[in-house]
């Protein structure tokens, strides 16, 4: 479950208590509870590992690359969440002494303690850090030096838009039932209008950005029609079906539609670009969709849905929106023949203008493993 395992990848030793505490604490256990300090540092040691790497994920050109690993670290963060996490047999208060460490790490869920629970965890975390270590590793070899940057240049990419069309083809050649195939995760966030009073200053509205929560984003063709649309549906937070009492929200649990009609805006930015929306330093080179002026998509890559290939579904979709006057199909848009790089000026009426060249494995000399350290230190989300 992507965005809740990251939300443990950016402070994994914060889910139940913090590190430096924690880390202490278990340096004076005996060697044979030494495993639960290990899973401790563990965690944290994935961290700004697994963030370099699903920013790069998102980006066509480095997807490939890191995709396994990223995915096999998120599925084993989420794993350990459910382990730290407080329920309903925990005290209210986080362990602080030695009692109440040992309470809390003998504390039994589903047959097993903490403690071995964790320890069961501790080689798959092992297997986690080689398999990122290797990825992060052979990507400067790969990868032209300057798509490693925090901010890489959007380059049409045709292979991407072969992908985009074989996603919109599913669905011509009805391959794809009612509830349509996922082509995103992210952070979906609304626009809400506030009523605000400074002091001395008559009553106005101001507009915020409103979260709502962790996503799935489904590409739907609208019942009746042609029409293309997303669906965001929320992710299943792990703990929900672990932990008894820890629910999300009904508002956060609510499926959220957008109409890929023609008309409709599609923006492409950077989350700290975008105005009246807080973000946290290691997010602000996070790219982030606006959906019409209402919705905000902050986006994360899944299976082999880079963000290249999303926007370009998106592009794609609006084109074919199941209007009487609008094309039956995407061979009707543009010569088949002459695709995908006949897509490239009518993404650009959408998107506005792409990079002068597109990255090539002959044309363009990958990152030296020196520079390594400064073009991937400077990746965050």
């Not at 209210?92 to 097993?112: I, T, Y």
């Not at 992908?163 to 011509?172: H, N, R, S, V």
């Amino acid at each position: 479950s992507l965005p809740f395992a990251l939300t443990v990848a950016k402070g994994a030793i914060n889910v139940a208590v913090s590190a430096n505490k924690a880390a202490g604490f278990f340096k004076t256990l005996e060697s044979s509870d030494e495993e639960a300090f290990f899973f401790w540092r563990m965690l944290d040691s994935l961290t700004r590992p697994l963030q370099t790497a699903t920013a790069l994920c998102r980006r066509h050109i480095a997807h490939n690359q890191v995709y396994a690993s990223v995915e096999l670290c998120r599925y084993t963060v989420a794993k350990c969440q459910v382990v730290m996490m407080q329920d309903d047999g925990d005290d209210a208060d986080e362990p602080e002494d030695a009692g109440s460490w040992a309470k809390w790490l003998n504390h039994r869920r589903g047959g097993f303690t903490r403690l071995q629970q964790m320890k069961e965890l501790l080689p798959k975390l092992q297997i986690c850090l080689q398999a990122l270590n290797l990825s992060l590793t052979a990507a400067p070899f790969q990868i032209p030096a300057r798509f490693l940057q925090p901010r890489a240049p959007f380059v049409f990419m045709p292979e991407a838009m072969e992908d985009a069309i074989l996603i919109i083809q599913q669905f011509e050649f009805g391959r794809v039932g009612a509830e349509g195939t996922k082509i995103a995760t992210g952070n979906l966030y609304e626009r809400e209008q506030l009523s605000a009073q400074p002091a001395g200053a008559p009553r106005r509205r101001v507009a915020i950005w409103k979260e709502r929560g962790a996503r799935m984003c489904f590409l739907v063709k609208s019942e009746g029609s042609d029409a293309m649309g997303l669906r965001f549906e929320a992710m299943k937070d792990p703990n929900e079906e672990a932990l008894p009492g820890h629910e999300s929200d009904t508002e956060t649990k609510t499926s959220v539609g957008f109409p890929l009609e023609k008309g409709v805006k599609v923006k492409r930015c950077w989350m700290d670009e975008v105005a009246d929306l807080q973000c946290d330093r290691e997010e602000a080179n996070r790219v982030v969709y606006g959906l019409g002026d209402q919705l905000l998509f902050a986006f994360d890559a899944v299976n082999n849905v880079s963000a290249e290939v999303f926007e370009g579904v998106l592009c794609m979709s609006k084109r074919i929106d199941g209007s009487s006057d609008a094309p039956a199909c995407v061979a009707d848009v543009l010569d088949i023949d002459a695709a995908p790089l006949a897509w490239k000026e009518e993404m650009e009426k959408d998107l506005g203008p792409f990079g002068s060249d597109v990255p090539s494995a002959e044309g363009e000399v990958p990152a030296s493993p020196a520079g390594l350290g400064s073009a991937l230190g400077k990746l965050r989300l």
